[in-house]
């Protein structure tokens, strides 16, 4: 399923700059930490959006499934709160915390991805029809062409 897809790569990305990021942290300039930051926060909240938008309606429409949806919404909460975080530090913040964000939402970002797998795409898989997902294409797609404008998106600073 297409959007499924689009889920997994912003959730990928983001996982693999932060690693990237976690992992070169001390031999990068604050430009690079800073550019890289970015992409991960643009993609996370991409990724909330996504499913808090467009997936979470069609979950809580069915009304059976009110655990899961409240499993997924407690990792999202917790991520938006870390992101939020993250977002007031600079990333040479000389206590370590904007570092120690991004290594604990890489964590975070594991349970999500664990999340998704276990209960999210199984459940999208057995009760989306395919009206819609072509809903839901289409509504990602306006917000993915949303997100890149040149105003869109968190930035740090």
């Not at 942290?25 to 930051?37: G, S």
């Not at 975080?85 to 000389?94: G, K, L, R, S, T």
């Not at 209960?119 to 997902?133: M, T």
Request: glycine share 2%; charged share 30%.
């Amino acid at each position: 399923m297409e959007i499924l897809d689009v889920i997994s790569a912003k959730l990928n990305l983001a996982q693999r700059v932060a690693r990237e990021l976690v992992d070169n942290y001390k031999m990068m300039e604050d430009a690079e930490r800073l550019e890289k930051a970015n992409t991960i926060l643009d993609q996370v909240n991409s990724y909330l959006q996504i499913e808090g938008n467009l997936i979470f309606p069609f979950i809580r429409k069915n009304g059976e499934c009110d655990d899961l949806l409240e499993r997924a919404r407690n990792v999202h909460q917790e991520i938006e709160k870390l992101t939020e975080h993250a977002i007031m530090m600079h990333v040479d913040e000389p206590s370590g915390e904007f570092y120690n964000d991004m290594r604990r939402l890489i964590d975070l970002l594991d349970v999500a991805r664990k999340t998704d797998q276990q209960a999210i795409f199984p459940w999208a898989n057995a009760y989306l029809s395919e009206e819609d997902q072509l809903y839901v294409a289409s509504k990602m797609k306006n917000q993915m062409t949303h997100e890149s404008l040149p105003s869109s998106g968190m930035t740090i600073y």
